[in-house]
């Protein structure tokens, strides 16, 4: 009898195992307007734009060094911008084998990576505002398909940025329809959903990735994902935040949003430049829009060459942004 009553114990401490909620996936997902982590835990992700791992190759910085260095910043995610003729210079597999090596230094200093195809200009007639970001339809898919076998078993590289920047600009950049542009999308999420289940896609709207108006209407058909604004300041004059919400801040009310590209520099600093140039009143006003809207972002740029930069130097020494942000990230680090 005693036996009897042991196996019916066990039996029913299985069933509550089997019928209860199912463990938290270790995948970054995407729940209502919400990112969810591995615990189950809404997470708003805080962090920095990288330039491009050949460019920090090239300058002998894609070390763990870096990687710490944003960490210790406060960031909880890195961006790898990577530029299709960097990496067709560099090599396809010699570039996936430091992003390789990125990405382990990513998860020692507990960092999620977003992969960003980064290009700019309209994908769909093959025309760009610059040769650096040159590619293909055909290229576009082979990268995403590469990164999707390459990295599905690694929850780490936690979004995939399908396209850094669409713009249609007119006769230099030819035309395209956001419904042209959802259907290229919606395209590229289900071929990287062939290899990986678990990617959440990131997708951006048109005007150099700014513009989501169109989402109101006419959104991704697709579960599992985010979109993209890059709000810089001269994008709109002040007051910023009516705009800010019209643009691009009230798809935050449904699905999540990540401005995977935001900062500022001063008229008389590096690189100054349109639409980026402004002060830290910017600053102060896009972060507590962000925090008002549970808005995730990452800042550009974690380099001392491409504006509007974070750093001076290589001894990571902050520039008028760079102060800002560094205690703006670190302030919020264990919210």
């Keep these: 009898m005693k036996n009897t009553f042991t196996l019916l114990a066990l039996l029913a401490t299985m069933l509550i195992a089997c019928t209860s909620e199912p463990k938290p996936s270790y995948w970054i997902h995407v729940e209502g307007n919400k990112f969810i982590d591995a615990d189950g835990k809404e997470i708003i992700f805080r962090g920095l734009c990288y330039s491009d791992p050949v460019k920090l190759i090239n300058d002998n910085q894609w070390n763990e060094q870096y990687f710490a260095e944003a960490a210790q910043w ?3 995610i890195v961006r790898f911008a990577v530029h299709p003729t960097h990496l067709n210079t560099y090599g396809w597999e010699e570039t996936f084998k430091a992003m390789d090596e ?21 994908l769909k007639d093959a025309k760009y505002t610059n ?4 590619t293909t339809k055909e290229e ?17 590289v936690a979004m ?5 920047e669409p713009t249609v600009t007119g006769e230099d950049t030819g035309e395209c329809t956001w419904e042209e542009w959802k259907a290229i999308q919606e395209e590229l999420i289900d ?8 990617a959440l896609c990131l997708c951006a709207g048109f005007n150099w990735a700014y513009d989501l108006t169109p989402v109101a209407t006419a959104p991704i058909e697709r579960t599992n994902i985010a979109y993209v604004s890059h709000p810089y300041p001269m994008k709109r004059s002040q007051p910023w935040e009516e705009q800010w919400e019209t643009d691009f801040g009230f798809v935050a009310d449904t699905y999540p949003v990540i401005c995977t590209e935001m900062g500022f520099c001063l008229e008389n600093e590096l690189g100054a430049h349109i639409p980026v140039i402004s002060t830290e ?8 829009y962000f925090e008002k809207k549970g808005i995730s972002f990452t ?5 001392k060459d491409w504006s509007p930069t974070l750093i001076k130097d290589w001894d990571f020494t902050p520039t008028t942004q760079g102060r800002f942000f560094k205690a703006y990230l670190q302030s919020m680090k264990d919210k």
């Design 74 to 76: 406060g960031a909880n």
């Design 102 to 122: 990125g990405i382990e230094w990513a998860k020692k200093n507990k960092l999620y990576v977003i992969m960003d195809w980064h290009s700019i200009g309209n």
């Design 191 to 198: 071929t990287i959903r062939t290899y990986n289940p678990n």
């Design 299 to 303: 800042v550009w740029c974690f380099d």
């Design 131 to 134: 040769p650096m970001y040159n």
């Design 160 to 164: 995939y940025e399908l396209f850094n």
């Design 281 to 288: 009143v910017y600053a102060e006003h896009i972060t507590q």
């Design 140 to 156: 576009t898919f082979k990268f995403w398909k590469t990164v999707a076998q390459r990295y599905k078993n690694e929850p780490t």
